[in-house]
Every structure is written in C-alpha cells, then in structure tokens.
C-alpha cells in the first residue's frame, strides 16, 4: 500500500493543493466517518496537537480540539496571548520551536500573510494553517467544498454566490482558491467599498467564472448555493450606510422564496444578524452541517499528516 | 437488563426529578465509586465533554473534567467569554449548535433562567445544567443530598439549616428542591434583607417544614447539618451592617461547642470568612468531601446520559 | 524490585534532594526516553494531573501537559486566576484541597516563598513546584542539570558561567543548589544591582566554587557552558544603564569567536535579545534541546511520583 502523500507535510495555503489532493482529502474524510469509535481512536492515539491563537478563535480551535479527541489523541496549547509567554515578548520563531518539541502536529493562527509558511520551515512536525494574514485558511476552504459536494452531490456546474464582506474576509480567498480547480461559476455579491481586492485573485481571474454584482437580488434566482460572510458594522464610515446595507444582503424567508427551491446557505459561522435564525430548520440552512462536515475532514487531516498510511 | 431513564436526556432542573431518580442516582454513584479505575475508563472512552461557562466557575467546571477524565474522556470548551466567538456576539442558540456538533454531552453556566431548557431543545446530545439564572444548580443539589446521605447515613428526619445569603444564592432554592422529595425539617437563617425569595419556592412550602431565623444560635443546638453559604459585602448598603451579620454567622469552635456533637458543616464552595480555617480538620467540617462526592456524583450523571446500560 | 522512593512524594526543594536523588532521576529519564509510545502511555493511564499557575507561565505549563498526556494521563486547572474562584478571594489552602480531590498529582506556581511546601503538608497526592517565590523551580534546575549531562557527557569538572540577572531570576538559585552536589566551577556575571543575592546562597558557598565578574568577556574563554537568563528593562532606574549593560551580555557569533568552540549555551527560555537568533543553528545552541529534554524529565518525574515501581 502507498503512503498517504501528506504525511508529515505542512497544510498552508489552499494553493499548494490540486484538485487530486483535495479529492484524496474528501475520499478520507468519507473513510474516517464510517470507521467506528475505537477504530478512529487508534489514528491518534498517544499523540498531542499543540495548538498556538494569536487571533482568538473558538470555532476553530475547538474543531480541531474535537478532532484530535476523536482520533484518541490530547491537545495542548495557546489561546489567549495574554497569559503567556507571547504576552512577555517572545518571538513566534522561539514559540514555534518549543511547542514543535511538545506535540506532533501544531495548528497554528496569526495575523501575518507567511506565517504558517515560516513556522513550517522551523518546525520537525507537520504545521496545519488555521487561518493567516488576510487570505489564508485553507482547511476552512476544504471543508466548505466537502459541504458542497456532500450537500450538492457536485462542485462542477455549481453556480456560487459569495455575500458580505469580501474584501475583509479571509476565508473568502482561500474558498476562490480551492473552488478555481472546478468548473464553477461564482457570482461575488458585496457593497462596492467591501469588493474583492483584484490583485489577490489575479491568477485564478481566468480559471473562474467569475462575477461582481452590488445587488443579491440581481443573481439570486441562478444560485444553488449562497455562501455568506459576516459584515462588520466598523468597516462602514457611515453607519445608516451599513443599515441599508446590512438590509438587503440578509438572508431571510423572503429571499428564499425567490430563490432555487433548493438553493443552499452557508456560513464560515459565528454567524450574526446576516442569515436570519427563521431559516435555520428549513432544508436550505446547511451551516450547522458545514461545522459538522469541517470537524469530520479535520479528522482526516489530522489523521493523515500523522500516518503514513492512507486512512 | 433495562435501559437506564437518564441515558440521552437533559439534566435541567432540579424540578424535574423524583425521589426514585434521585435515588437511581444516588445509587449509581454508590457503584461507579467501587469500579477500578480501568473498568471506569470506559464508561466515556472516546466521548468528548464540551463545557460553555459565561460566568467564571472553577469549582464545577474542573470537578466535571475530572469526572470526564476518570470515565476516559476529554473535555473541550469555553470558558473565558471574553477571548471567544460569544465576545463577537454569537447567540446561545448558534453556541449550542455548534458545541453539540463537536461533543457528546453539553455542561452549560448562563446567568439566564431557562438557559439549560431552552440549549436542551436545540442540541441533540443531552446538556447538563452547571448553574443558570438565579435559582437552578441540579448538580450541586444532587451532590449536596448525596453528602449527607453518605455522611449521615440517612436525610429524611434530618434537621437542616441553611445560612448565610439565601436571596441571592442559586444553590439555595435547587437544594430546597431536592430537600422537598424527604421529610425533613429546614432552618432558614439570613439576615432580613437575604431572606429567602417565597415566590420562588412556593410550591414546595408546604411540603417542606421550613422555619425562618435571623439568629444562628437560636436554632443551632437542634441541627443535624449546618449548609452555610457564602455572603457578598456588595449586598449591603452599609457595610458596618456586613461587618456585624459576619461576626453572627461565622461558624468557628466556639459555634461548635453549641451545637450538637455530630454536625455536620456543609458549603458549596469557594469558601471566604464564613467558616473559620479552625474547624476545618474537626471531623464536623466535611465541605471537602462533599466536593470529593460531587466529583463521583457527576461521573456517574456523566455515565449515566452516556450510556444506555445502568452503571 | 525495590520501591521507587519517589512513590508519593512531593517535589518541593532542589535542597531535599541528594546527588544520588538526582542521579536516580537522571537515569529514569533515560529509561523513559527509551520506551515505545505505547508502554509510555500506560504510566499515566487513567490518571488526572491538576495544575495551578498563580503566575503566568506557558512553557512550563505546557512541559508538565505534554509529559502527562506522553503517559496517557490527563490535565485540568487553573491558569488565568483572573476567570476563576481564585479571583472570588479563597485561599490557596482550599484551591489545593479541593484539585487535590479532583486529580492525582498537583503541579503548583506560586509567587510566595513556602507556598509549595504549605501545599505539600495539605495534599494527599504529591505536589510538584512548578515555581514558588524567588528562589526555587526545581524541576528546571534539574532538566538543567540533565541537559549538561546529556550534551556534555559529564557534569563534574565544568566550568559554568551563569549570567544576567542574577538577582531576581528564580532559576538561577535552584541552579546552584542542584550543582552544588557536583565538583563545578562556577562563574557569576551580572551588573552589580542584579548580583546574586548572598543570603540566600550561604550554606553552598563553600561547596561551590564561585567566582563573580561584572564583564562576561573576563571569564568568556574557560567556559564550557553558558547559562543565560533574561534581564528585564524594568529591573533598571537608567534606561540608557540598561542599554549599555544588554550589549555586553548579548550572545551572539562574536562572543561565539572568543569562547571554547564546543561551549553550550542554555537559556531556560522564553529567550529576548540576550541571545542573538543568528546562533540558533550553531551546533553551540542547545536550549531548545533543554526544552526538550525537559519534557522528558518532568515525563519521568510524573511517572516516578504515580507509580510504586521503577521506571
């Protein structure tokens, strides 16, 4: 038998994985939910993923955490740089390192473009990218395909809407990313001083079918899934101009009812006031399965890099 | 073998358990407390505890963990409100859902009643109520009654008083609950303005022989157990007030030596002035290992809502 | 077989502990770094360890979590004071008395002299100092002296220089006791308001031989290790002093030029400027391989209080 190829690799940006290596991703994420509690214990068994925050996150950090539970493992870590060693001055090298000598996976988030990339190059154990500068986070990216793969049966001939905040929205250009190895088309819906920032895009512009629009009601009807991003009210000089906007991108009863019968929601989730709680038992609101599907594929991530062999 | 009744169901509210649960219950606890440690460590292997607490608590949240931990189990969660998603504005609802994705069971704190109802109606996995609003803490009273059973080989014709902080303090009206399934006699003594609220324990008035004092030493030669509570200077208005009802109800040797031989002092811990240090290896005082208990009584709830045999 | 006569019993002191104490450590590390992670994990097995940090502390906490979880074991506690019953006002005897309910070995950091030992004498179940006051970390003094071991082959006979602030570094006390069972050399450089503190090393003066220098460059080609600990700005009324003073001490491949070429540098970390990152990768730098060995250590340590047998 092979060995699984991303054993003791580093997951850092979205980019570095082709369509045959997310695919080989989902086929594991399908394998590991069909194994039975002891068999998925042993994946990890014994074996501690350090975790570092410098941005808070608890979603993610407690998907990963769940994760490496359900493969039999512990976790360790950082989450709030105020009552550590990062708070005294250190530097994320010394950080890396240490905690590199204390676990055999490290999930990292921070604030820099390049960080994921520096502490993998410093660090003998895998580094998994859990969110970097303004455009990395790639197993957030992973798992909103599976989602729709899983929901839609299908990623090619999807027609995507992304909503809200797309310059701001880091999880927004590592989704573009991983969807440009589809046949997809993608309308990007957001007011016009949110729009996607072009020079981060540039090299999928041609790969993707891509369209702008400042009006959700202009595409609605052609979308099979509508993923949205939370608008934050502080980006806006003019708060009655958030108002209004906050307004027409908020996904609703009536929004639905104009558009696709099936049409799908996502969410990257925590989720406010952009997707309405009246929708959430509808067959439409499949977020709360996205979080479920992204703790699933982080199982497998987890259980690939630490492995070699393929689950 | 019968299913056991609390295997997948919320643990909510005092209310809504009868003598018999109580006592299956007790009872559980009783043999999870024989098992070695390898037969107990399975009881949970391979589930996971997710904890929300927004409000601080140690005490429970570690005691819970522990229990997790002695079933073979692991604990993730929040419970810093301030470095998570809830900072961001989450709604409960959307905490819970997400939470329920990544655990097995729920233990929630909320300041709000009706908290632990309202997450039990979303979340598939059962939660188990640590404290909401001003009245319930299920698991404190459960364990408070178990305490004494164990430590006074029987509750019903106990003598009980309770002192110290009886408006304000949760602990309070869930034991009086529990106490209310016995026949047992109940001392209240407060001062005037930390009286009991009558509303809240209207129902249970007359099955419950409870008497009001403002004086300890009034009552204190007939009590079988004293359960004293703690009492916040911030509630009065005046603090040489504070200073003299301190003095009245600090239980100390003196307080002792009045009282009955076999008492038993009781506190739902953390403990400030209200008990002196000096008693504390009397064999009078067993605050802590009423802890011990509670630590067993909640890996046997824990075991119980996991599992569908009895323990 | 013999007992293990760390069996139950705390670690408080580095001054209760004989040459022959350390070296039975020492070489339980060994064995334990020599086990398959699958006999390693049944040591802790079942077993909870507690830990409380009433000063922050990453590296250390996340060492102890690591080993523990290397056992099989588990970790609960407290390490922001700020979001815990510590923060209500209780006493350091009640926190200790009741994780000593919940867990199997305590691992303790206190800011007050004695603190470990008052802890030990209330615990049933063995108390690790993870740092008390200004003088003792016994564990780090002997994963320093276990690391010397390792990367030196010996520790008699080194010549040793420790430099910094001397004056408040916990560390470094601890260090000198622990050599002071070994014929060393040891030199002392630091600024004169940052000397050692001769009080506090009396009953060792004459066991070890101790020089002091003000420059470390005096003293830099006889050395064969450099302990380096950090200097704080704050420690120094004169801004402008403590500039001055930070050049002469940073090592860096200049100071590497004019030293033996096989000299080590240790750091107990976290490490600032004293240390130049330019030396990272000089076969010179090993305090990341102390921070490794440290888990090791703490990992043997674990073992040798939990369990009656030898490693």
């Known amino acids: 038998m092979p060995n699984n190829h991303l054993y003791d690799h580093d997951i850092v940006s979205i980019k570095d994985f082709t369509k045959q290596d997310l695919e080989f991703i989902f086929r594991s994420t399908d394998k590991i939910s069909t194994l039975r509690p002891n068999e998925k214990s042993e994946l990890g068994k014994g074996r501690t993923l350090g975790y570092i925050f410098y941005e808070p996150s608890t979603r993610t950090r407690m998907s990963f955490e769940a994760a490496m539970a359900s493969l039999g493992g512990s976790s360790i870590g950082i989450f709030d740089p105020k009552s550590s060693s990062i708070e005294k001055g250190e530097s994320l090298a ?47 990216a992973m798992l909103d395909l599976y989602t729709m793969l ?7 001939n999807l027609t995507i809407g992304i909503v809200g905040d797309l310059k701001y929205g880091r999880t927004v250009y590592s989704l573009l990313y991983a969807l440009a190895n589809y046949n997809v088309e993608v309308h990007l819906i957001s007011p016009s001083i949110l729009g996607i920032r072009k020079e981060s895009i540039y090299d999928i512009r041609k790969k993707l079918k891509l369209y702008e629009h400042s009006q959700l009601e202009d595409i609605l009807p052609k979308l099979d899934v509508i993923y949205v991003t939370r608008i934050q009210r502080e980006r806006f000089p003019d708060i009655q101009e958030y108002e209004k906007v906050k307004g027409t991108y908020t996904i609703d009863n009536n929004i639905l009812t104009k ?43 987890l259980a690939l890099v630490l492995n070699e062999n393929p689950i």
């Open 94 to 140: 010394d950080t890396i390192r240490i905690i590199d000598l204390y676990s055999d996976v490290i999930i990292l988030r921070h604030p820099l473009d390049g960080s994921s990339r520096f502490a993998g190059e410093l660090s003998r154990n895998p580094i998994i990218n859990a969110g970097s500068g303004s455009e990395e986070h790639p197993t957030q």
């Open 150 to 156: 899983k929901e839609k049966k299908k990623i090619n």
């Open 259 to 301: 558009a696709k019968p099936d049409v799908s929601i996502m969410h990257p989730m925590p989720r406010m006031e952009e997707i309405s709680h009246s929708i959430d038992d509808t067959n439409n609101a499949i977020y709360f399965k996205q979080a479920a599907y992204g703790k699933e594929l982080r199982a497998a991530l």
